[in-house]
């Protein structure tokens, strides 16, 4: 009787082995996100290749998801890490070249939105500013054709709403307003 593997070894090896790959799955999956975040993903067995620079997956080119589109790339195409929400919370996450691009803007434009006067949220808060804007020309153009200041006064149309306003007359050149209805500014000239 020599020093060979008896069955009983063999099976336990196996599942040894089966343990640790369970492990190991597990740990991975620690590691990628839950599968809500997975649900717009495209299946690992759908492309052989690297969306962005088609290069062919294998041992040593994995596949790697874009967090923002879904799709599947290599390492080189997914470079850049980005949070994918403007929220102070956010953590950055792998993104394509492309949405990181297409990430980096949104957030931009999400940001300078929020810096500028707060905007109108429905029609009723429009409608509320027109008339508010409405009445206050009424008043102002009740009586002569100049302001307390002594300056003339004359009515003019926002180009971005619109409305009609009542506007001190620069004495000369032209002046920046502001609408009263939408915050935008634009120019008055003198007469």
């Known amino acids: 009787m020599g020093g060979g593997i008896r069955p009983s070894d063999t099976s336990k090896t196996a599942e040894q082995l089966a343990e640790k790959k369970k492990g190991f799955g597990d740990l991975m999956n620690l590691i990628k996100p839950g599968s809500e975040e997975k649900d717009h993903w495209v299946p690992d067995e759908a492309v052989s290749k690297c969306i962005s620079c088609r290069m062919d997956f294998g041992a040593f080119v994995r596949r790697h998801h874009c967090r923002n589109c879904g799709d599947i790339f290599c390492d080189k195409c997914t470079q850049g890490r980005i949070a994918l929400t403007a929220d102070e919370n956010a953590q950055p996450v792998r993104v394509c070249d492309r949405c990181m691009a297409e990430v ?3 957030l931009s434009n999400a940001k300078e939105a929020a810096s500028k006067p707060a905007a109108f949220h429905n ?7 027109l008339q508010e804007e409405m009445e206050k020309n009424r008043k102002s153009s009740s009586g002569s054709k100049s302001d307390v200041s002594g300056r003339p006064t004359r009515e003019v149309a926002c180009p971005t709403c619109t409305v009609h306003l009542q506007v001190q007359v620069p004495s000369s050149g ?3 307003i502001e609408c009263g209805v939408c915050q935008h500014p634009f120019l008055v000239g003198a007469d």
């Open 104 to 106: 980096t803007q949104r």
């Open 123 to 129: 029609h009723e808060d429009l409608a509320r500013k």
């Open 174 to 176: 032209s002046e920046t």
